[in-house]
């Protein structure tokens, strides 16, 4: 366009030096011809903005991860007239689909479309706008151009893979099983959690000698109860590496999580979910169809370099100090340091069964690695249960 622009410059300054050095009617009729071209141009090209319409469609806006969506956009010329070069530029990463999206340049004759279809296979999971991002008409002599941004971008959500998962207390023995039942049968409150009164508590859970003791209402919560509690805890921290390596260890990282919210509440057992990325998230689910409420905040979660666990975890411990028992913890995260897991041991030592999940990254240098695995088998030896990852 800029070459034009300047051949167009060049061309009427050369006409009007024909018109001065040579009067008459056809260096007239050319000066005038090329003075007046640019301003019918831009006309003709404002009707065509005018006068064009724009469409789009998809077939899905929710899909699974690894799943195709099929993006159909159509551009009509409903005028008897021939237009100018025109050309669709649409939003999409190839970072994100299989298929690059590319620049589509097209002319449209009168009372016509022209129709492109795209097949897009999603590779990460999350929110993601698609569609049109604009389109541009070009004047006849490609001196300049209009663009149209009117189109709305659709929004898609792609879901995580949900992975069948196996965890160790719900594949207990049949005589683990049996002990258990015997020992809740003999004393249903063994090793039972006392708290303090909370409103709602029923008053058969009273521990009458313990709160004459305190001076106050004291409950009394049974080690079945205890047991069967779940918190999950998501470090939303990225990790410093390529965007593409970056986008699949958290995809990872979140389909752990959704494993393992699936097994929970398939077994009834109540489960919460604490995370924090641009807000701090908090929901306690209880019911097997609940799941789906978990799954569709765990597709949206966004990474960043900046985010902390700090404020969720010490929200645990609080709650801990109350009387409140969070039941088992299972943290999962890119990274481990010695503040985090001194944290995780006080806790687990405060009858908080903590379960690490660390999802190490194989393209770290050798020695970071090292250092990770040291760190990992230090926590063991002190108690603390690290399940770490190599995806």
Same mark, same amino acid.
């Given at each position: 366009?800029?070459?034009?622009?300047?051949?167009?410059?060049?061309?009427?300054?050369?006409?009007?030096?024909?018109?001065?050095? *040579?009067?008459?009617?056809?260096?007239? !009729?050319?000066? &005038?011809?090329?003075? $007046?071209?640019?301003?019918?141009?831009?006309? &003709?090209?404002?009707?065509?903005?005018? *006068?064009?319409? !724009?469409?789009?469609?998809?077939?899905?806006?929710?899909?699974?991860?690894?799943?195709?969506?099929?993006?159909?956009?159509?551009?009509?010329?409903?005028?008897?007239?021939?237009?100018?070069?025109?050309?669709?530029?649409? @939003?999409g990463s190839s970072l994100l689909f299989t298929?690059?999206?590319?620049?589509?340049?097209?002319?449209?004759?009168?009372?016509?479309?022209?129709?492109?279809?795209?097949?897009?296979?999603?590779?990460?999971?999350?929110?993601?706008?698609?569609?049109?991002?604009?389109?541009?008409?070009?004047?006849?002599?490609?001196?300049?151009?209009?663009?149209?941004?009117?189109?709305?971008? @659709?929004? $898609?959500?792609?879901?995580?893979?949900? +992975?069948?998962?196996?965890?160790?207390?719900?594949?207990?023995?049949?005589?683990?099983h049996n002990n258990w039942n015997r020992l +809740?049968?003999?004393?249903?409150?063994?090793?039972?959690?006392?708290?303090?009164?909370?409103?709602?508590?029923?008053?058969?859970?009273?521990?009458?000698?313990?709160?004459?003791?305190?001076?106050?209402?004291?409950?009394?919560?049974?080690?079945?109860?205890?047991?069967?509690?779940? =918190?999950?805890?998501?470090?939303?921290?990225?990790?410093?590496?390529?965007?593409?390596?970056?986008?699949?260890?958290?995809?990872?990282? @979140?389909?752990?999580?959704?494993?393992?919210?699936? *097994?929970?509440?398939?077994?009834?057992?109540?489960?919460?979910?604490?995370?924090?990325?641009?807000?701090?998230?908090?929901?306690?689910?209880?019911?097997?169809?609940?799941?789906? +409420?978990?799954?569709?905040?765990?597709?949206?979660?966004?990474?960043?370099?900046?985010?902390?666990?700090?404020?969720?975890?010490?929200?645990? @411990?609080?709650?801990?100090?109350?009387?409140?028992?969070?039941?088992?913890?299972?943290?999962?995260?890119?990274?481990?340091?010695?503040?985090?897991?001194?944290?995780?041991?006080?806790?687990?030592?405060?009858? =908080?069964?903590?379960? +690490?999940?660390?999802?190490?990254?194989?393209?770290?240098?050798?020695?970071?690695?090292?250092?990770?695995?040291?760190? *990992?088998?230090?926590?063991?030896?002190?108690?603390?249960? =690290?399940?770490?990852?190599?995806?």
């Open positions: 366009m800029k070459k034009n622009r300047r051949r167009y410059v060049i061309l009427l300054i050369l006409s009007s030096l024909f018109v001065y050095t *040579v009067p008459g009617t056809i260096s007239a !009729v050319i000066f &005038y011809m090329l003075l $007046i071209m640019p301003i019918c141009s831009l006309l &003709y090209t404002c009707f065509a903005y005018g *006068v064009f319409k !724009v469409q789009q469609d998809i077939d899905s806006r929710h899909v699974l991860k690894g799943n195709s969506v099929q993006l159909t956009c159509a551009i009509y010329n409903d005028s008897p007239f021939l237009f100018p070069p025109m050309a669709l530029k649409l @939003i298929q690059a999206i590319k620049e589509e340049m097209f002319i449209l004759v009168p009372n016509s479309k022209q129709t492109f279809t795209y097949s897009l296979h999603c590779k990460y999971r999350g929110a993601f706008l698609l569609g049109i991002d604009s389109v541009m008409i070009q004047d006849p002599f490609k001196l300049f151009a209009l663009r149209f941004r009117g189109v709305e971008p @659709i929004k $898609i959500m792609v879901y995580p893979h949900i +992975v069948a998962m196996q965890i160790d207390f719900l594949t207990e023995s049949q005589e683990q +809740v049968l003999q004393d249903a409150y063994s090793l039972s959690e006392i708290r303090p009164y909370q409103q709602g508590d029923t008053k058969k859970n009273i521990h009458w000698k313990i709160s004459a003791k305190m001076q106050q209402w004291m409950m009394k919560t049974k080690k079945e109860e205890i047991k069967k509690k779940a =918190i999950i805890l998501l470090d939303t921290k990225s990790l410093d590496v390529p965007k593409e390596r970056q986008l699949f260890l958290e995809d990872y990282c @979140i389909e752990l999580v959704v494993g393992h919210v699936k *097994v929970f509440l398939d077994h009834w057992i109540p489960t919460r979910l604490l995370y924090h990325d641009l807000k701090h998230y908090d929901l306690l689910a209880v019911k097997p169809k609940d799941f789906s +409420v978990f799954y569709k905040e765990l597709a949206k979660v966004k990474y960043a370099m900046d985010s902390s666990m700090t404020s969720s975890i010490q929200k645990v @411990i609080t709650e801990k100090r109350r009387g409140d028992h969070p039941g088992m913890l299972h943290l999962f995260t890119f990274d481990l340091s010695k503040d985090l897991l001194s944290k995780l041991i006080a806790m687990n030592k405060s009858d =908080i069964n903590v379960c +690490v999940h660390y999802i190490m990254d194989q393209s770290q240098p050798y020695e970071e690695k090292e250092k990770k695995y040291q760190l *990992v088998n230090d926590m063991q030896e002190k108690g603390l249960i =690290i399940k770490h990852y190599l995806p």
